[in-house]
């Protein structure tokens, strides 16, 4: 009888830690889906189509840092392109995921013309951009102009 006994509690330990590691394992589960699903706030989201400056070097399959002007002030995110986008140079926020902004570098029409925000757009845009420019000359908001500054402030030091 002593030895079944022995065995009885064997196994009832072993279930216990079972128990005990399946607790443990569905609690950090819960903690970092929380985790996970307040990284990409609808602030970020807003950025979506709004102008960056590169912070640190973006290289594919390397990730940078953009920072941009939001409502609450300035944010520094990382930032994914499939291109090399040097520190200092304007980008465009195309998307948000995984905390994980991703961008592209602005074309050289693009640039000219944020450059330019107070403009009016009466001139014609180059053939070969399909307007591109323009719609992002007029797309330019009062953020994207408090990013240009940053980036001239930037440049000036």
């Known amino acids: 009888m002593g030895d079944m006994t022995f065995h ?25 889906q929380k985790l996970a699903s307040r990284h990409i706030g609808s602030d970020d989201l807003e950025q979506i189509g709004k102008v960056a400056i590169v912070l ?13 002007h939001a409502e609450d002030g300035d944010h520094q995110v990382f930032a994914e392109s499939d291109s090399g986008i040097r520190n200092g140079n304007m980008v465009i926020i195309q998307s948000v995921a995984q905390n994980r902004f991703r961008v592209r570098a602005l074309t050289s029409e693009e640039l000219a013309a944020a450059r330019q925000p107070d403009q009016k757009t009466d001139t014609q845009p180059a053939p070969d951009d399909g307007g591109q420019a323009q719609k992002t000359a007029e797309q330019l908001s009062d953020n994207d102009q408090a990013v240009q500054a940053m980036a001239r402030e930037d440049q000036g030091s």
Not at 8 to 32: E, R, T
Not at 56 to 68: L, V
């Open 56 to 68: 640190k070097t973006i290289r594919p399959g390397r990730p940078g840092q953009i920072r941009y």
């Open 8 to 32: 009885i509690n064997l196994i009832l330990i072993g279930f216990a830690i079972l128990a005990a590691l399946l607790l443990l394992v569905s609690a950090a589960l819960l903690v970092f």
